[in-house]
């Protein structure tokens, strides 16, 4: 493990290189970049970047850092990516064999500016303490706001922020240790793109509503309720929730015309687990509530090994958070917990509308789910992960299966709420709704001609219905892969 700090133009951001099975934190004191410890030659890390625009965690490897630019070998990781890159050098490299890895101080050498991006400050909800809604440290729950203006004073997003999740004591041990377990390590500001932005341009139907981001620092998808006393480690994920909510309730939003609850990855999985809990907040009123979940279809899938990889680490979540006594009964009356953790389980049943966008080849799930290294054991399919047009023909059976599965689960009991809309696109990637590239941008992808934030909006609004399912792989020629 070992970190390091560099200077981009005015921010100040931070490599966070992980252990890849401990997920144990490399720190980072200032703005001075310490190596740790080097860990041994060619061996998998997580790294993030970290700023007032945080980006991506990916397992990859450093193989260039000159004065052009940092050049890396990626691959999405357990945390999955959850905003865009401040960076314009940030160069993503073809996965290659490395017998080294280096840890470098260095001050990148900008080449292309930054496009300027407000700041939204950092929020501590200080009296949720005392109801014991704290992150995994013990530390306040935090949120970034940005307010909002003329007609859309009365109409509010709230986005739960995600960040993957720690499925047993000692890796949430970890885990307090980061952005993602205390606010007291968390970006004391964060640049709003996408469905976010105040950008009419990047963001036409939703620039002047209240805008406003929960931080994760929970581990279960907002959803836990527990402590333990031997770490001292707090899962009070569902009190967060609540404390949150009631908070910006408390501030206006209980005055709102229309809100829209959203998440991506983790918090896209929180949007679906919580959608009727946050309706049941404006019950009585005329308010006009939805959902939008992002990259939250987590599938239960069969691994290449004939294996359940993501049933057994979502097991651990589920136990270790003490999580079925927060999932909805409509599915817990009938299945078990980690079954409920699930969305193909729970969203047939839920009665606020909402929307699912999701790739069909998500990309978090094929690293982590379909094809994860512990069932891939030949490497048969390290290729594939890296580039999609490394896929052999089998490979391709089974991506084109996965796709079929997630296809069969939104055309289900989903599909026959007629509030329910969908946007499944055949592209290799993870999360679409706050990266300007993906959400709204001349040459964003699109079904029918017809944009991601336009889907949304025109769902949202009610001016048309949104159903929207690509064509399998490779017909999508719109599509901003990862891979």
């Avoid at 005015?10 to 980072?28: D, P, S, W």
């Avoid at 967060?240 to 910006?248: K, M, P, R, S, T």
């Avoid at 999985?269 to 005329?286: E, M, P, V, W």
Wanted: charged fraction near 15%; hydrophobic fraction near 40%; proline fraction near 5%.
């Amino acid at each position: 493990e070992w970190g390091l700090t560099f200077l981009y133009e005015t921010y100040i951001l931070k490599l966070h290189f992980l252990k890849f099975c401990a997920v144990e934190l490399a720190r980072v004191e200032g703005n001075v970049s310490k190596v740790v410890a080097r860990p041994p030659g060619g061996v998998p890390c997580h790294f993030s970047l970290a700023g007032p625009a945080y980006t991506h965690v990916w397992i990859g490897y450093i193989s260039i850092i000159d004065s052009a630019g940092i050049y890396i070998s990626l691959e999405p990781g357990r945390e999955s990516r959850e905003y865009p890159s401040p960076l314009l050098n940030l160069k993503m490299g073809e996965k290659i064999g490395m017998a080294k890895l280096w840890a470098l101080s260095l001050v990148v050498l900008v080449l292309a500016a930054a496009p300027s991006v407000p700041a939204v400050p950092i929020t501590l909800i200080t009296s949720a303490v005392d109801k014991g809604a704290v992150c995994m440290d013990g530390t306040p729950p935090a949120y970034h706001m940005d307010p909002g203006s003329g007609a859309g004073k009365k109409s509010w997003i709230v986005n739960l922020e995600g960040g993957g999740w720690c499925e047993s004591v000692t890796a949430c041990m970890y885990r307090k240790g980061s952005r993602l377990g205390s606010s007291n390590l968390m970006e004391r500001q964060l640049e709003f793109r996408g469905i976010l932005s105040s950008n009419p341009a990047e963001n036409p139907d939703f620039y002047s509503w209240n805008r406003v981001m929960i931080r994760y620092c929970d581990g279960a998808s907002f959803a836990g309720e527990g402590y333990d006393a031997g770490s001292r480690v707090y899962f009070r994920g569902q009190r967060i929730f609540n404390a949150a909510i009631q908070h910006l309730l408390s501030i206006g939003m209980s005055s709102a015309d229309q809100v829209l609850l959203a998440g991506g990855s983790a918090g896209g999985l929180s949007a679906i687990l919580h959608c009727d809990q946050f309706g049941a907040f404006f019950a009585g009123r005329s308010t006009t509530v939805k959902c939008l979940a992002d990259a939250g279809l987590f599938l239960d899938a069969v691994d290449v090994a004939g294996g359940h990889t993501l049933r057994s680490y979502f097991g651990g979540v589920v136990a270790t958070h003490r999580v079925a006594q927060t999932l909805p009964r409509s599915c817990t009356g009938h299945l078990d917990a980690t079954s409920c953790f699930f969305p193909q389980n729970i969203i047939g049943s839920i009665k606020t509308p909402i929307f699912l966008l999701n790739a069909a080849y998500d990309t978090w799930q094929i690293h982590e789910s379909l094809a994860p290294d512990v069932a891939d054991h030949g490497g048969a399919w390290r290729a594939c992960k890296s580039n999609r047009l490394a896929c052999n023909a089998s490979q391709m059976k089974v991506l084109q299966a996965f796709r079929e599965q997630m296809v069969g689960i939104v055309e289900g009991a989903f599909s026959r709420s007629k509030g329910n809309g969908f946007f499944i696109n055949s592209c290799f990637t993870h999360g679409q709704s706050k990266v300007p590239a993906t959400w709204n941008a001349n040459g964003s992808p699109t079904i029918h001609n017809k944009s991601i934030a336009k889907s949304v909006s025109d769902w949202y609004f009610g001016r048309a219905e949104v159903r929207a399912i690509d064509c399998p792989y490779p017909c999508d020629h719109t599509c901003h892969n990862d891979i």
